[in-house]
């Protein structure tokens, strides 16, 4: 393996058709390590990725202008010059110049967008060949702040990420690139900056809650501090008239509106102030997805309506939007609630999505097989799905069973240190109900990631073990992890199709 200097040598120089020189990468794969797909010819320059002894280069062989924007090591062999670039995020900048379908791109209009987080950087060469051949937009880098801080990442680093891998597998049918659950002003801002071609902003901290169960004069209170303009509008709008969508109709009393105004007014000035002052001023299309998933009780038909007509009234143009559904989505498990409800619930939701035009968008959607059918048929095929930690449960998988020994001490780190981890996210698992890691066979290790217990254990503790450092500042599990990975990259990248695929034939892919 990593023989591409031969490859390079003996083809570059004498064959300039770029299918043949494609098929010769593919069938010489195991000597060359020359990623077939990524072959291109651009002016008198061959360009390709190859795969090094410990990590992935882009090689230019020939001579051309645009090579020079390249950072890397320049040698010669036989006359033909040949330059060694890092996979950094300058020359990825270089690459999506030459190449604009490495560009992530809005998908406005495309009826199936799944969102395929992947927090490692190595997931999205898996993605594309499980999607290559389906009319599914996978939005490849997709990532929340918290998921950054956890992983100690930036959003360049993760859009550079997809783009390399877009360019290994010479996909051009187009990604996407999601800021997810941004909160605030300035963080739409830094990922509008960086080039991110979708926003999900996430209202959480500007829905009151705590109207939804007020007292008639506290509510009364609340209400009241709306301008006169606002409640004249909503009452003449809401109060007392019955809504049809579809085949559903629900009634809006008055006290109703009043009580959808104060939990989502707020939320629905704070949305409208970004979408008017920041997104829709960026220049470019972007796809918008208002999240109201992150809050404590689901979401009522009413309340779906509600933020949807005002918002589109406001001129917000809606991609998708999350409302928080029955039941639980909990991380890297099946869904976990009544399907009776939430099939009727969502039907329901779907419908209102369909009536004002946009599309809905699931969250925590990894692992959730009992209701992707569901999904797939009532939205008749237009819907988005994010998915993330599964496919760094996949990974773990791959080193559980090539590694036991690094998977025993990140299994007892991430034991050790489960608390941490649930001040980001809610589960469910017990630890007691995982069977005591010392009295398994190295061979019985993967099978932990078939169960709940375990994969949510070491799901939510991602960050902590990526970010874990001995006293001399050294990954504890970082390095190791990743190498790993690298070494067994077509085994993770073969545990992701067949992963994430079972996710798309569930849902009727
Ligand atoms: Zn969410």
């Not at 890397?72 to 999506?96: A, D, H, M, Q, W």
């Not at 009580?259 to 001023?281: E, F």
Request: proline fraction near 3%; aromatic fraction near 10%.
């Amino acid at each position: 393996m990593g023989n591409w200097k031969n490859f390079v040598k003996n083809l570059c120089l004498k064959e300039s058709n770029v299918e043949v020189l494609r098929a010769e990468a593919e069938r010489g794969f195991e000597d060359y390590g020359v990623y077939p797909r990524s072959v291109n010819k651009v002016g008198n320059a061959v360009v390709m990725m190859v795969r090094g002894d410990n990590e992935k280069y882009l090689v230019a062989a020939g001579d051309d202008t645009w090579l020079q924007n390249l950072k890397g090591t320049e040698t010669e062999e036989e006359g033909l010059k040949i330059k060694v670039c890092p996979l950094s995020y300058e020359n990825c900048n270089v690459i999506r110049e030459i190449f604009p379908y490495t560009n992530p791109q809005a998908h406005k209009g495309r009826n199936i967008t799944i969102g395929l987080g992947d927090r490692l950087g190595l997931a999205s060469p898996g993605h594309i060949e499980t999607i290559r051949d389906l009319d599914v937009f996978p939005v490849l880098a997709q990532q929340s702040i918290r998921e950054l801080n956890l992983t100690g990442r930036t959003y360049k680093e993760v859009i550079s990420a997809a783009a390399w891998a877009v360019f290994q597998e010479g996909y051009t049918k187009g990604y996407g690139a999601d800021g997810d659950h941004l909160k605030t002003a300035d963080e739409v801002k830094m990922s509008l900056d960086v080039g991110m071609t979708m926003i999900t902003l996430d209202c959480s901290d500007h829905i009151d809650n705590s109207a939804a169960d007020a007292d008639v004069s506290e509510l009364k209170e609340k209400y009241s501090r709306f301008t006169k303009e606002e409640r004249e509008k909503w009452e003449a709008r809401y109060a007392n008239k019955t809504f049809n969508t579809g085949s559903h109709s629900f009634h809006i009393s008055e006290e109703d509106m009043v009580r959808l105004a104060c939990v989502y007014g707020g939320a629905i000035r704070h949305t409208v102030d970004i979408y008017h002052n920041i997104i829709a001023k960026c220049g470019r299309p972007i796809d918008f997805e208002m999240s109201i998933d992150e809050t404590l009780t689901p979401t009522s038909p009413a309340s779906h309506y509600f933020v949807a007509a005002e918002l589109i009234d406001a001129g917000v143009e809606i991609t998708s939007l999350a409302p928080r559904f029955c039941g639980e989505f909990q991380k890297g498990i099946d869904y976990i609630g009544d399907l009776k409800q939430f099939t009727e619930e969502f039907t329901v939701h779907a419908a209102i999505a369909e009536h004002f035009g946009y599309k809905i968008s699931v969250h925590s959607g990894s692992d959730k097989f009992m209701v992707f059918p569901v999904v797939g048929e009532k939205t008749n095929g237009r819907y988005h799905l994010k998915t993330a930690g599964t496919n760094w449960l996949e990974a773990v998988r791959v080193i559980a069973r090539h590694k036991p020994d690094l998977y025993r001490r990140m299994h007892a780190f991430a034991l050790e240190h489960l608390e941490e981890a649930k001040k980001y996210y809610h589960i469910g698992a017990k630890p007691e109900n995982i069977p005591d890691i010392d009295s398994l066979k190295d061979s019985e290790l993967p099978d932990l990631m078939n169960r709940d217990d375990s994969r949510q254990v070491l799901h939510i503790t991602y960050g902590l073990i990526l970010q874990a450092k001995d006293e001399n500042q050294n990954s504890l599990f970082r390095d190791e992890l990743y190498s790993v990975l690298y070494e067994y990259e077509r085994e993770y990248t073969e545990a992701l199709k067949k992963h994430i695929g079972r996710h798309l034939r569930t849902l009727g892919l």
